[in-house]
């Protein structure tokens, strides 16, 4: 089946220590996205990718890092110089980047991350 | 810059009653417009979306939402409420020059009661 897999689906942290999220997908698409979700807030774009070997800041990059060697994959690493990482992390990606058909954008399951 | 307004954070409604979740969108350019479904703990399911055709727009579950560009809304609306309905729900706008970005409102949640 095609679709969005993330990795694990509940993670714990110690204070100081980068995690990394996994995001895998199989729908060959070029665009990728990584977003935070706090009660409240919505979702807030952390990072996001056009492209393999691309990535653009969000709005909230700080304090998190990515990388895009494969076009299936997106991982997102918390680094300790993240103030309060404990959130939602929801991965997306969508046929294509720009305003039309082929913005709809799929989303995986979530990673739940606690820091402990 | 775009941006979304979900006017209600919560709503409740009994079964079999109509659902009515209100968002109101900003954009200098033509925007396409989105409803997306969140589940407990989960990841979040398209409804349906608006992409510059038809302004009234038929989603999956009996879901639908009219485009109004006079009253800058994109009202989520399905006649009849089922329990399997209670999630959050998001509204979403993506417009020039960001239109590579998804911009969500802050969610309703929607509770039905038996």
């Known amino acids: 089946d095609g679709g969005i897999t993330q990795s694990p689906k509940y993670l714990f942290r110690k204070e100081g220590q980068n995690v990394t999220l996994s995001c895998e997908q199989n729908?060959?698409?070029?665009?990728m996205y990584w977003y935070r979700q706090d009660p409240g807030q919505g979702l807030r774009l952390i990072y996001y990718?056009?492209?393999?070997?691309d990535f653009q800041k969000g709005d909230i990059a700080e304090g998190y890092s990515v990388s895009r060697e494969k076009k299936e994959s997106f991982p997102l690493t918390v680094t300790s110089a993240q103030k309060n990482p404990t959130a939602f992390y929801l991965c997306?990606?969508?046929?294509?980047w720009g305003v039309g058909e082929n913005t709809e954008a799929f989303f995986g399951q979530g990673t739940r991350l606690t820091v402990v | 810059a775009q941006s979304v307004t979900q006017l209600d954070s919560h709503v409740s409604v009994s079964e079999g009653t109509p659902v009515l979740l209100r968002c109101n969108y900003s954009s200098s350019y033509s925007p396409s417009l989105f409803w997306y479904v969140q589940h407990p703990n989960k990841g979040l399911q398209l409804l349906l979306k608006?992409?510059?055709?038809?302004?009234l727009v038929k989603g999956i579950n009996g879901f639908e939402a009219e485009f109004k560009k006079s009253e800058t809304s994109f009202h989520l609306t399905k006649p009849s409420a089922h329990m399997s309905d209670a999630a959050e729900y998001f509204c979403v706008v993506s417009a020039p020059p960001q239109g590579d970005k998804l911009i969500f409102g802050t969610g309703t949640r929607l509770q039905v009661f038996p």
């Open positions: 729908l060959n698409h070029d665009a």
């Open positions: 997306a990606s969508s046929p294509d």
């Open positions: 990718s056009q492209i393999v070997n």
């Open positions: 608006y992409t510059s055709a038809a302004t």
